[in-house]
Protein backbone atom coordinates (compact mmCIF):
# COMPACT_ATOMS: atom_id res chain seq x y z
CA UNK A 1 0.00 0.00 0.00
CA UNK A 2 1.25 3.60 -0.75
CA UNK A 3 -0.07 6.65 -0.38
CA UNK A 4 0.81 9.77 -1.71
CA UNK A 5 -0.33 13.11 0.17
CA UNK A 6 -0.40 16.96 -1.79
CA UNK A 7 -2.04 20.13 -1.61
CA UNK A 8 -0.87 21.93 1.60
CA UNK A 9 0.32 25.21 1.68
CA UNK A 10 0.21 28.62 3.29
CA UNK A 11 -3.57 30.79 3.52
CA UNK A 12 -5.13 33.47 5.40
CA UNK A 13 -7.56 32.60 8.07
CA UNK A 14 -10.90 31.90 6.07
CA UNK A 15 -9.00 30.74 3.21
CA UNK A 16 -9.22 26.93 1.96
CA UNK A 17 -7.11 24.38 0.67
CA UNK A 18 -7.61 21.00 -0.73
CA UNK A 19 -5.79 18.10 0.39
CA UNK A 20 -5.34 14.98 -2.09
CA UNK A 21 -3.92 11.36 -1.15
CA UNK A 22 -3.34 9.13 -3.69
CA UNK A 23 -3.31 5.54 -2.88
CA UNK A 24 -2.79 2.36 -3.97
CA UNK A 25 -2.75 -1.49 -3.47
CA UNK A 26 -5.42 -0.99 -1.22
CA UNK A 27 -8.19 -3.76 -1.40
CA UNK A 28 -10.95 -4.63 1.30
CA UNK A 29 -14.42 -3.11 2.06
CA UNK A 30 -13.58 -2.84 5.94
CA UNK A 31 -10.65 0.30 5.84
CA UNK A 32 -11.10 3.63 6.22
CA UNK A 33 -9.07 6.33 4.92
CA UNK A 34 -8.36 9.27 7.41
CA UNK A 35 -6.60 12.29 7.77
CA UNK A 36 -4.57 13.45 10.54
CA UNK A 37 -2.69 16.35 11.56
CA UNK A 38 -0.21 16.94 14.40
CA UNK A 39 -0.17 20.61 15.41
CA UNK A 40 3.36 21.90 16.64
CA UNK A 41 4.54 20.45 19.90
CA UNK A 42 1.31 18.24 19.69
CA UNK A 43 0.08 14.89 19.55
CA UNK A 44 -1.25 13.49 16.26
CA UNK A 45 -5.20 13.67 16.47
CA UNK A 46 -7.65 12.59 14.16
CA UNK A 47 -9.66 14.96 11.31
CA UNK A 48 -11.69 12.81 9.22
CA UNK A 49 -12.20 9.53 7.99
CA UNK A 50 -14.39 8.15 5.33
CA UNK A 51 -14.92 4.08 4.52
CA UNK A 52 -12.94 2.92 1.25
CA UNK A 53 -16.11 1.18 0.28
CA UNK A 54 -18.97 2.97 0.64
CA UNK A 55 -20.07 6.42 2.63
CA UNK A 56 -19.34 6.76 6.00
CA UNK A 57 -17.82 9.58 7.16
CA UNK A 58 -16.65 11.07 10.10
CA UNK A 59 -15.55 13.92 11.37
CA UNK A 60 -13.57 15.99 14.69
CA UNK A 61 -15.41 18.35 16.17
CA UNK A 62 -13.44 21.08 15.72
CA UNK A 63 -13.81 20.62 11.88
CA UNK A 64 -17.60 19.91 11.53
CA UNK A 65 -19.04 22.23 9.05
CA UNK A 66 -15.51 23.62 7.53
CA UNK A 67 -13.84 20.24 6.35
CA UNK A 68 -15.28 17.66 3.80
CA UNK A 69 -14.05 14.08 3.06
CA UNK A 70 -14.64 12.98 0.17
CA UNK A 71 -13.35 10.03 -2.14
CA UNK A 72 -13.32 9.90 -6.05
CA UNK A 73 -12.94 5.90 -6.54
CA UNK A 74 -11.84 6.15 -10.15
CA UNK A 75 -8.58 7.77 -9.29
CA UNK A 76 -7.91 6.03 -5.57
CA UNK A 77 -8.05 9.07 -4.52
CA UNK A 78 -9.17 10.45 -1.44
CA UNK A 79 -9.88 14.51 -0.89
CA UNK A 80 -9.84 16.63 2.21
CA UNK A 81 -11.78 20.13 1.56
CA UNK A 82 -10.67 22.50 3.91
CA UNK A 83 -12.65 25.50 4.36
CA UNK A 84 -12.67 28.62 6.89
CA UNK A 85 -9.62 27.75 7.82
CA UNK A 86 -8.70 29.02 10.82
CA UNK A 87 -5.10 29.54 12.32
CA UNK A 88 -5.32 26.83 14.95
CA UNK A 89 -6.07 24.51 11.80
CA UNK A 90 -2.49 24.74 11.13
CA UNK A 91 -0.06 21.82 11.04
CA UNK A 92 1.27 18.77 9.36
CA UNK A 93 -1.43 17.12 7.86
CA UNK A 94 -1.33 13.04 7.13
CA UNK A 95 -3.07 10.88 4.56
CA UNK A 96 -3.60 7.12 6.24
CA UNK A 97 -5.78 3.84 5.74
CA UNK A 98 -6.20 0.98 7.68
CA UNK A 99 -8.81 0.13 10.55
CA UNK A 100 -11.73 2.23 10.84
CA UNK A 101 -11.58 4.25 14.06
CA UNK A 102 -10.10 7.80 15.48
CA UNK A 103 -7.21 6.41 16.79
CA UNK A 104 -4.13 6.81 14.81
CA UNK A 105 -3.01 3.75 16.13
CA UNK A 106 -5.35 1.97 14.01
CA UNK A 107 -3.90 3.14 10.49
CA UNK A 108 -1.18 0.70 9.19
CA UNK A 109 -0.17 2.49 6.07
CA UNK A 110 0.99 6.48 6.07
CA UNK A 111 1.20 8.99 3.57
CA UNK A 112 3.99 11.53 4.19
CA UNK A 113 2.66 14.76 5.75
CA UNK A 114 1.97 18.26 3.97
CA UNK A 115 2.18 21.24 5.60
CA UNK A 116 -0.72 23.59 6.01
CA UNK A 117 -0.23 27.15 7.81
CA UNK A 118 -3.10 29.07 8.78
CA UNK A 119 -1.99 32.92 8.96
CA UNK A 120 -4.47 35.37 11.21
Known amino acids: VQLQASGGGMVQAGGSLRLSCAASGLTGSNVDMGWFRQPPGKEREFVAG????????SYTDSVKGRFTINRDNAKNTVYLQMNSLEPEDTAVYYC??????????????WGQGTQVTVSS
Open 96 to 109: AAGSPGRSWRTYAY
Open 50 to 57: IRWTGTLT
